[in-house]
Every structure is written in structure tokens, then in C-alpha cells.
């Protein structure tokens, strides 16, 4: 049985810090690519950022410089440190592997909301 469980989520003021990570197990965590998502009230979901399983990283450009996507294939892990959070992070974040070779296979965690307010 595959599983993503994120955590980390919360209430944080504007500028300040939260990680979260996500454990994955049922999967050949290596040959996947891991993602994070978020999406806000009435808006679609959308990719944060994203570790290939190359070790190549990508960004949406309204977090570039603040988030930080990182994966650790000897624990099944991927974190997304996130850094001077401001009111328009809020959401609710995903967690996403997603497998490309041949077939396309994918899979999500149930979320966690991450709320930027004073």
C-alpha cells in the first residue's frame, strides 16, 4: 500500500519559517519524482517545487529564493523548508510522487494546511 504522510504544517507570521516533510512508503522512492503542491481557496492547485530523481530541483517563480525542496532517498523522505512566508503561501500543501518511465504513475498525500497571518 503506497502512502504519503506530510507534516509540519501550521500558523506562522508573515516573514517567518515552517518545514514540512513527507514520508513515503510502498514506492521505489528513488525512481520517483517528488513534488509539492499547494492550493489556496478557489484557486487550482498548482506545483511549489519539485526533486527530479536526478537531484535537479525546480521552483515556481513566487518561491524562488525562499523555499528550499530537498529528498533523502536512504529514508524516503522529502522536506520543503520554507522561509520568509508570506499571506499568499497559504494553502494547502501536497505532496506528490509522480513516476514517468514508460507509464505515468502518481501519488498524492492528503495535505496540510499552512496558514501565513498575524
Known amino acids: 500500500q503506497v502512502q504519503l504522510v506530510e507534516s509540519g504544517g501550521g500558523l506562522v507570521q508573515p516573514g517567518g519559517s515552517l518545514g514540512l516533510s513527507c514520508a513515503a512508503s510502498?514506492?521505489?522512492?528513488?525512481?520517483?519524482?517528488m513534488g509539492w503542491y499547494r492550493q489556496a481557496p478557489g484557486k487550482q492547485r498548482e506545483l511549489v517545487a519539485v526533486?527530479?530523481?536526478?537531484?535537479?530541483?525546480n521552483y515556481t517563480d513566487s518561491v524562488k529564493g525562499r523555499f528550499t525542496i530537498s529528498r533523502d532517498n536512504a529514508k524516503n523522505t522529502v522536506t520543503l523548508q520554507m522561509n520568509s512566508l508570506k499571506p499568499e503561501d497559504t494553502a494547502v500543501y501536497y505532496c506528490?510522487?509522480?513516476?514517468?518511465?514508460?507509464?505515468?504513475?502518481?501519488?498524492w498525500g492528503q495535505g496540510t494546511q499552512v496558514t501565513v497571518s498575524s
Open positions: 506528490n510522487a509522480e513516476f514517468t518511465i514508460l507509464r505515468r504513475i502518481e501519488y
Open positions: 510502498g514506492i521505489a522512492f528513488s525512481m520517483f519524482a
Open positions: 526533486a527530479r530523481t536526478g537531484g535537479s530541483t
